[in-house]
């Protein structure tokens, strides 16, 4: 299996544009999590989906975050509009029904100037 | 409220010596206790885990040690390798890691030297 796919790896762009991050599970995983990791607040979970619906999306910092699950194999988070203290490494993860284990994907380099 | 205290930030310990990562928690609903591994420019992975119906768990050279009266639990790696330099966190969670999100320590970086 590919793993947890995630795109783009890298994003530059100026405050105040529209961000979206795109990621596909493993196949098979019915639950989806969406984590963000910067030097000063560690790794947080901003939300997470089961079955494509969403669940706990009380660690999203803001109205300017929005996640979507449409379908099993896709998820989007997106950040409209960007600002610099939004620049840090956004990660999926993928977990299969029943299992504890989180499989994260390689993450997104998020820069916002 | 930081709710997975993790300690130290850092660690330096020479190659085969048993560096210790010791976390505490607050919330007495977790029931699911991780440890990840990551490297650098990639996402964490799982490294072993318990729940709190047994005190250790041993998976090759690495042992949790976990104390549910204290709130606390740790990582031993034994016989470290230069490999094993890397960022080690410690998470919780209630439901379980495939049906609730991961609380995460802080993270300690970690340095095996030859």
């Known amino acids: 299996d590919a793993g947890v796919i995630q795109s783009p790896r890298h994003e530059v762009t100026e405050m105040g544009q529209e961000v979206t991050l795109r990621c596909k599970p493993i196949?098979?995983?019915?639950?989806l999590f969406w984590y963000r990791q910067t030097m000063m607040r560690g790794l947080e979970l901003l939300i997470y989906f089961n079955n494509n619906v969403p669940i706990d999306d009380s660690g999203m910092p803001e109205d300017r975050f929005s996640a979507k699950m449409p379908n099993a194999s896709f998820s989007t988070l997106k950040i409209q509009p960007s600002e610099p203290r939004d620049s840090a490494v956004y990660f999926c993860?993928?977990?299969?029904?029943?299992?504890?284990?989180?499989?994260f994907g390689p993450g997104t380099r998020l820069t916002v100037l | 409220q930081q709710q997975v205290k993790q300690s130290p930030q850092s660690l330096i310990v020479q190659k085969g010596g048993i560096p210790i990562i010791n976390c505490a928690y607050e919330?007495?609903?977790?029931?699911?206790f991780p440890w990840y591994q990551q490297f650098p420019g990639k996402g964490p992975a799982l490294l072993i885990a318990?729940?709190?119906?047994?005190s250790e768990k041993k998976e090759g050279r690495f042992t949790i040690s976990f104390n549910k009266s204290a709130k606390q639990f740790s990582l031993h790696i034994m016989d470290s390798q230069p490999g094993d330099s890397a960022t080690y966190f410690c998470a919780a969670s209630i439901a379980g890691g495939g049906a609730d999100g991961l609380t995460f320590g802080k993270g300690t970086h970690l340095i095996i030297q030859p």
């Open positions: 919330n007495t609903a977790f029931d699911y």
């Open positions: 318990i729940r709190p119906d047994v």
């Open positions: 993860a993928s977990s299969p029904f029943g299992t504890d284990t989180q499989y």
């Open positions: 196949s098979g995983h019915n639950s």
